[in-house]
């Protein structure tokens, strides 16, 4: 394990953001995690421990140490005739751990294909897309507290899971690190098809013979035609949360807008569609020098190339101030800015 000073964190974050950090390591086993998380000369210091740098926007030089989990592998713990149960390192890239699920034929992570960042990651977050959320297959987590390197683990029902939420995202933030996440997947097969694209995307009678394989890979093209590829263009994939309301202000937007885009979650409780806000407030496709949002969706903020974080972040703010004046809404960031 080598720390290194004064580092580029260009590579290590997909809005292609270039930011220096003052120290920078990349963490390969469990024991050097611990090694870090005790070391006396960085125990005050500010600290990220970064995984695929798909969920944050750096609009400085980071003034800390920061920590590149790297730690990898996948491998079944228990099985029986219909579920398995499978471990996958923090450092693992998520669309591979899906991809191993899928060679193995685990269904109930292929709605989340093609995902950017990493295992540890996914619950913080608790990813969705397309119907599914990562909770739907969660079932442990063990991990580290960062200011007492004790170990700690979590089940589904201590994590406090919710839309983009997690208790790792309020009460254990920037103080608990994930190492491990176990999930619990099926033999059977059962697919989710309840999202509304999957059947323009579908002729009649063929959702119900898909392989496993064949819906993941139809899942990636859902997301290559809706969204830009980071390699491209540099995103943090949707940028904001759908804000939730109550039925009043249903009501009163429906009024207004007959092409209102909204979902039931629970009783008085409802989403709005980020995107739609945004693109009637005219950003769908709209930039500012070297910052824009994607043409096809208007909730993926692009950096088109130069870009500094702290314009992002500008330009992040413009779409809120735009969204707060015309639907008297707020837009809550799901990306981490420093």
């Not at 290194?4 to 260009?10: I, P, Q």
């Not at 139809?218 to 904001?240: C, E």
């Amino acid at each position: 394990m080598q720390i290194e000073e004064n580092v580029s964190l260009k590579k290590y974050n997909t809005f292609g953001v270039d930011a220096n950090a003052r120290y920078f390591v990349e963490i390969k086993t469990e024991d050097e995690l611990q090694e870090i998380i005790t070391n006396q000369e960085f125990k005050k210091d500010k600290k990220i421990f970064l995984g695929g740098g798909s969920n944050i926007l750096f609009t400085k030089d980071y003034d800390g140490l920061i920590a590149k989990i790297s730690t990898k592998g996948n491998r079944v713990v228990d099985e029986n005739e219909k579920e398995v149960l499978v471990e996958s390192s923090a450092g693992e890239k998520w669309n591979d751990f899906v991809t191993y699920c899928v060679e193995k034929n685990f269904f109930g992570v292929e709605n989340l294909s093609l995902i950017p960042g990493t295992v540890g990651a996914a619950p913080i977050q608790n990813i969705g897309a397309y119907g599914a959320e990562l909770k739907d297959v969660f079932e442990s987590l063990d991990g580290i507290m960062i200011d007492s390197g004790e170990k700690k683990s979590f089940s589904k029902n201590e994590c406090q899971f919710d839309y983009r939420d997690s208790i790792f995202k309020k009460k254990y933030k920037d103080n608990f690190l994930i190492t491990k996440v176990l999930f619990r997947l099926q033999k059977e097969k059962k697919f989710n098809l309840n999202y509304r694209a999957f059947q323009s995307y579908l002729k009649p009678g063929e959702q119900n013979k898909l392989s496993l394989r064949e819906m993941s890979e139809l899942v990636k093209r859902i997301r290559r035609d809706k969204l830009p590829n980071p390699q491209k263009y540099g995103n943090a994939g949707s940028f904001f949360k759908n804000p939730e309301v109550d039925l009043r202000k249903i009501n009163e937007l429906q009024e207004k807008f007959n092409d209102l885009v909204h979902f039931k979650v629970e009783e008085d409780k409802y989403k709005i569609s980020a995107g739609w806000l945004i693109e009637k407030c005219g950003f769908r496709g709209k930039n500012i020098g070297n910052v824009g949002t994607y043409k096809k969706q208007a909730l993926v903020i692009i950096n088109f190339g130069g870009a500094t974080g702290d314009e992002i972040k500008k330009f992040s703010e413009n779409i809120q101030n735009a969204v707060e004046n015309k639907f008297n809404i707020t837009l809550t960031p799901e990306v981490n800015i420093y």
